[in-house]
């Protein structure tokens, strides 16, 4: 089975804190993915990578970077964070030529206050 | 990508009926869709899927339907059991990328389906 791991399933940090969240898969994937999930809003796409070193933004990305310096590794940063960037964050990866079969982590719930 | 939405937030039904939940989506380019199951506290977990050129596609206890002609798409659950209790989010793509190459999905804002005993 693929095995996403997010490093933390819940978050409390401050206004203005630098903020890490990690995600590993153990499925040799090519393709990982950050979102995030608010009530009423759904899962939106904040940022993906398609291969080692490789990023692209996806709808939301302000306010957020990432780093993929090895395959099974994806992380998000917040660089400040701000107490609107509270909200569950989503990782995911999928493999090459399957790409829309995306496989999800549990998720962490971050909140800034 | 345009927006996908669902046409009602909560579905309640009774064990053992089927369970239709649907979704409309905007974007008439898209041409992969995908259901998830979220159970609470777990990340969403992929159902089926169908590609735009195709109307039907069957798993097990599970069939999408497509109608392009509207922009709709539906789930049906047969026999629907309490661990089908969870969030069922729609979501599409413009591409396939069966070939590779990657791009995030654009995800409905989810229907909670509610198993009455």
């Known amino acids: 089975d693929v095995k996403v791991t997010q490093s933390s399933r819940y978050l409390v940090k401050r206004t203005g804190e630098k903020v890490f969240l990690e995600c590993v898969q153990d499925?040799?994937?090519?393709?990982m993915f950050w979102y995030r999930q608010d009530p009423g809003l759904g899962l939106r796409l904040i940022y993906f990578?398609?291969?080692?070193?490789?990023?692209e933004k996806g709808d939301i990305p302000e306010g957020y970077s990432v780093s993929r310096e090895k395959k099974e590794r994806f992380s998000l940063i917040l660089e400040s964070a701000s107490t609107n960037q509270t909200s569950m964050y989503l990782c995911?990866?999928?493999?090459?030529?399957?790409?829309?079969?995306?496989?999800f982590g549990p998720g962490t719930r971050l909140t800034v206050l | 990508g345009e927006s996908v939405g669902l046409h009602l937030p909560t579905l309640s039904v009774q064990e053992g009926d089927n369970s239709i939940i649907n979704c409309a989506y905007s974007?008439?380019?898209?041409?992969?869709f995908i259901w998830y199951k979220q159970e609470s506290g777990k990340g969403p977990q992929f159902i089926i899927d169908?590609?735009?050129?195709?109307d039907k596609r069957q798993g097990q206890r599970v069939t999408v339907l497509l109608n392009k002609t509207v922009k709709h798409l539906s789930l049906q659950i047969a026999a629907t059991q309490p661990g089908d209790s969870a969030v069922y989010f729609c979501?599409?793509?413009?591409?396939?990328?069966?070939?590779?190459?990657?791009?995030?999905?654009?995800f409905g804002k989810g229907t909670h389906l509610i198993i009455q005993p």
């Open positions: 995911a990866s999928s493999p090459s030529g399957r790409a829309n079969e995306q496989f």
């Open positions: 499925m040799d994937h090519e393709n």
């Open positions: 990578s398609y291969d080692v070193k490789m990023k």
């Open positions: 974007n008439s380019a898209s041409d992969y």
């Open positions: 169908i590609r735009s050129n195709m």
């Open positions: 979501a599409e793509n413009e591409r396939a990328y069966s070939g590779g190459g990657a791009d995030g999905l654009t």
